[in-house]
């Protein structure tokens, strides 16, 4: 059984693709972080929580549970529904005899 729940970190996320892109964003920061540990002046964020993991995807997926990353949602996405479409071009209606 995953500790944080799949299911809490769907909701969280919003779809599957989007936690992937998330989780492995966050956890190649937090494995940069670590192996430049002392070089950097603040320049990669560290962990936001105190986790008894030592793996970094671990360590995101705790993060994204407990609320400290959160996704970054698009401003321009694209709605299919009918209502929200427009219509590019009027065709003159054509009467068939």
């Not at 989007?18 to 972080?33: E, G, P």
């Amino acid at each position: 059984m995953m500790v944080p729940p799949v299911e809490k970190l769907l909701e969280v996320a919003g779809s599957k693709f989007s936690l992937v892109s998330l989780s492995a964003k966050r956890a190649r920061q937090i494995n940069s972080y670590y192996s430049r540990l002392g070089e950097g002046l603040g320049s990669i964020v560290p962990p936001q929580i105190d986790s008894t993991s030592t793996k970094p995807l671990s360590i995101a997926f705790d993060e994204i549970s407990a609320g400290k990353i959160i996704p970054r949602k698009e401003e321009d996405e694209v709605s299919l529904e009918p209502d929200s479409l427009d219509v590019i071009v009027e065709q003159p209606e054509v009467e068939v005899e």
